[in-house]
């Protein structure tokens, strides 16, 4: 009996511990990890994001017929690990501390961007974004900015005819 009037004594000293979410907000800490925002107007199509999503909640489809790359953020998939905005060039992807985002309807979970793919000028395929292209063109000396608007096949056969033209293969 003792035991358990020490016990409310203390209950009683500490108070009220508990929050009452979700009628007032929860804090989170500092670095917490939330909802990966995208914009859209910074994109350029690199891939870069969906190369490093270990689950697949990033996605690209090239579409050629109306020539567009596709990118897709599957919420439902994500694991909030942050890669994406780390390796992201353009900073299109901030890490917000949202995690309030269960949904009755899977539409809600999904974000797709289309960006504008570019032909090759040699063998007219699509093989990258145009913002993608104007990106890499930006940060090139010239002389090399040509060879940006060709795709990597086309560019491994120039190179390869060159070198032959110099003698360099028999
Ligand atoms: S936060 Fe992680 S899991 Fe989520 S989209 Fe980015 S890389 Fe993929
Ligand atoms: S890494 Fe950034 S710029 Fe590249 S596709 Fe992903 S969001 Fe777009």
Redo the contacts with the bound molecule.
Sequence with gaps: MRKRLQLIKEALSIGVVTRKYPFIPAEVPEGFRGLPQ?DAS?????????NVCTPNA?TFVDDTSLGIRR?EYYLGRCIFCGR?AD????S??TITKEFELASLNDRDLRLV?DIKLIKCQSCGRYFTTFRHLNTVAGKLQEGVVDLVNICPECRRKLALDSLIKLGGLK
């Design positions: 995208f910074k994109c350029i199509g690199c891939t870069a994001c969906g990033i990118l994406c390796v992201c060039p353009t299109a992807i961007i």
